[in-house]
Structures are given as C-alpha cells and as structure tokens.
C-alpha cells in the first residue's frame, strides 16, 4: 500500500477543461488623458449654462444642469477632435512624420528624405 505524493500526481495528464467554458480573464480598462478638445468644449457649455435664465433655478439644480451640460460638452468636443485626427487635420499625434504631409517630393533634400 502506498500513498501518493505530490510528483505521482503531476505525472499525470491534465484533466480537459469542458468545452465552452474558457478562464475569466479581468476587463481591460483604459486610462488615458483628457482630451483637449473635449474639455475646451465642456468649459464652453458649461459657462454656457450659467448664463442667466428667466427661469429661477435652486442651486442644486443649476448644479446638475451644469453637469449635465460639461458632460455633453466633453462628448461633443471629444468627438470632434477624434474625427479631426482622423482626417489628419490634428498634427499633434504621436510619430516620425504628420500624416498627409508629401515627405517624398523630390528635390535637395532626396539624399536624407526617408522616401526609400
């Protein structure tokens, strides 16, 4: 009679996993920085909603409708300069070269351009 160890039990083969199942994995989350264009545009909605109203509004809930507001703002301005990057209207992204710019014109500069 023996008692199995340890290594007895990792010689074995693994057991199946059961088909469907796959392993929980933890959701991505994405960190990234304000957009500029987005919180120039929420700035603007939100002194836009300050501006005076003829109807009377408790602070909280001129609190809430500036909120609601910004938030608005900071999708609409967001968007838009996403879309301005992608028409490559946004120089400012990262890399070697602006998109959209000809950098292989021929001239003085061929020897170094990198139009190889």
Do not use: K, N
């Amino acid at each position: 009679m023996s008692v199995p160890t340890r290594t007895d039990r990792d010689q074995g083969a693994a057991a199946p996993r059961p088909p469907g199942r796959t392993e929980w994995t933890r959701p991505r989350v994405v960190r990234r920085a304000f957009s500029v264009t987005g919180v120039a545009v929420a700035i603007g909605f939100f002194c836009l909603s300050l501006t005076p109203s003829l109807l009377p509004r408790a602070w909280f809930l001129q609190g809430a409708v500036s909120g609601i507001t910004a938030v608005l703002g900071y999708g609409a301005g967001a968007t838009i300069g996403a879309a301005a990057r992608q028409l490559s209207l946004d120089t400012s992204h990262p890399g070697p070269w602006p998109r959209g710019v000809p950098w292989c014109w021929p001239g003085p500069h061929a020897p170094v351009s990198r139009c190889r």
